[in-house]
């Protein structure tokens, strides 16, 4: 039985379930308004994903505040409410340790809108139609 997971794999199917109830957890608490912080009470804060270290100790969140605007301020929110939102997560999971909270501002959103704008570039587009003509001239041909 293989006792260590390769490098070139990804998470293990019980990181990502515990990142998920992580995530669930934290949404829950941030969406309820329990932590007594006005710069978080301020802003809607959405966490898209969780990402767990091997050992499950350490859980990395990737969050990003409705419309994207003080994410400076958001996080630096969260990271000084770390410890209270462990605790509130601890109440709601029931896991052996309780992982350490680090916050980073999620920029998928932001990589999804800059591979859409290079797509439809025009050079991408000239390319895409060369293709096309190309698949379209081998067809003709018996």
Known sequence: ??????????????????????RHALSDVLSR??????????????????????????????????GGKDTKAAIDALASNAKLLRGEIARRLELKFVPELRFRIDTSFEEGARIDA?????????????DDNNENDEDDQP
């Open 1 to 22: 039985m293989k006792t260590k997971a390769s490098s070139g794999t990804g998470p293990s199917q019980r990181q990502l379930r515990v990142g998920e109830l992580v």
């Open 33 to 66: 308004g329990d932590i007594p912080d006005p710069a978080l009470s301020k802003v809607l804060i959405t966490v898209p994903e969780v990402r767990m270290s091997p050992d499950l100790k350490i859980a990395t969140c990737f969050v990003m505040p409705l």
């Open 118 to 130: 290079l797509l439809r570039s025009p050079d991408v587009a000239r390319d895409l139609d060369h």
